[in-house]
């Protein structure tokens, strides 16, 4: 199983992006979806999360400005950052926990991480 992250880049203050992360490989179902980032210097930090029952989890510092959805038919997660600010800044990386196969064990799978860079 490959996650591949992508929508990343160089925002102003204010703007928007919208990040994508699609799973592929030997796929039976997937139970969780969440982003995570990582500022320069911090420790990583839980962005947005939604496991199957398809509400979302945010943190304090995202309510009401970043959306995270998922399209199950595309084994897909996105994450909609409006209002973006400087802090916002850095790599973020998409999480998923995947069982590969009928009664196999839920595997935690990572993204290599896309940056985004929010300028001031």
């Known amino acids: 199983v490959q996650l591949q992250a992508s929508g990343g880049g160089l925002v102003q203050a204010g703007g928007s992006l919208r990040l994508s992360c699609a799973a592929s490989g030997s796929i039976f179902s997937i139970n969780y979806m969440g982003w995570y980032r990582q500022a320069p210097g911090k420790e990583r930090e839980m962005v947005a999360i939604m496991h199957t029952g398809g509400v979302g989890n945010y943190a304090d510092s995202v309510k009401g400005r970043f959306t995270i959805s998922r399209d199950n038919a595309k084994n897909t997660v996105y994450l909609q950052m409006n209002s973006l600010k400087p802090e916002d800044t850095g790599v973020y990386y998409c999480?998923?926990?995947?069982?590969?196969?009928?009664?196999?064990?839920?595997?935690?799978?990572w993204g290599l991480g896309t940056l985004v860079t929010v300028s001031s």
């Open positions: 999480n998923m926990k995947i069982v590969p196969y009928y009664r196999a064990s839920p595997h935690d799978y």
